[in-house]
């Protein structure tokens, strides 16, 4: 196998994967948003700051809204989102652990509070058929569970 083609590769889509969940964000989003209309364009007469204050709440949801491409190669991980291409190497990460949506590589060798900032997140799909692979994958180049 070359170093071009993934060992592993999948796609995590939340919102088309978890339909009742996104129904709940979305209903959700809409209370937000006009709650915050009726603060800051009714009551406070200034409408950019509800389109910013809406734009940044958005912008932190966006990987649940996308789909999001991972792909381990013998080197390397590469997420794909949208228009953003992260790739890290294995070396990076110092231990890894299994949280409640996926898998978090942490560039600590005990997990840490700093780790949704520094490390990596892997999230599951919805059918968690990877899950296997990716462990022995992450056992063979991080090895260092916690």
């Given at each position: 196998?070359?170093?071009?083609?993934?060992?592993?590769?999948?796609?995590?889509?939340?919102?088309?994967?978890?339909?009742?969940?996104?129904?709940?964000?979305?209903?959700?989003?809409?209370?937000?948003?006009?709650?915050?209309?009726?603060?800051?364009?009714?009551?406070?007469?200034?409408?950019?700051?509800?389109?910013?204050?809406?734009?940044?709440?958005?912008?932190?949801?966006?990987?649940?809204?996308?789909?999001?491409?991972?792909?381990?190669?013998?080197?390397?991980?590469?997420?794909?989102?949208?228009?953003?291409?992260?790739?890290?190497?294995?070396?990076?990460?110092?231990?890894?652990?299994?949280?409640?949506?996926?898998?978090?590589?942490?560039?600590?060798?005990?997990?840490?509070?700093?780790?949704?900032?520094?490390?990596?997140?892997l999230r599951f799909?919805?059918t968690r058929k990877?899950?296997?692979?990716?462990?022995?994958i992450l056992e063979?180049?991080?090895?260092?569970?916690?």
């Amino acid at each position: 196998m070359s170093d071009n083609e993934p060992k592993l590769k999948w796609i995590s889509y939340p919102f088309k994967d978890f339909p009742l969940s996104s129904a709940l964000l979305i209903a959700f989003l809409i209370i937000i948003s006009l709650l915050l209309w009726k603060i800051t364009v009714v009551n406070w007469n200034m409408p950019l700051f509800f389109y910013l204050g809406m734009g940044v709440f958005l912008l932190s949801l966006i990987t649940y809204f996308i789909p999001t491409t991972y792909e381990l190669y013998e080197n390397k991980i590469m997420v794909h989102y949208w228009l953003i291409k992260a790739e890290r190497p294995y070396s990076h990460f110092g231990c890894y652990y299994i949280d409640k949506k996926g898998i978090m590589l942490s560039t600590f060798k005990m997990p840490r509070k700093l780790d949704p900032f520094r490390g990596l997140s892997l999230r599951f799909s919805k059918t968690r058929k990877e899950k296997d692979e990716l462990l022995k994958i992450l056992e063979d180049k991080i090895g260092n569970k916690v």
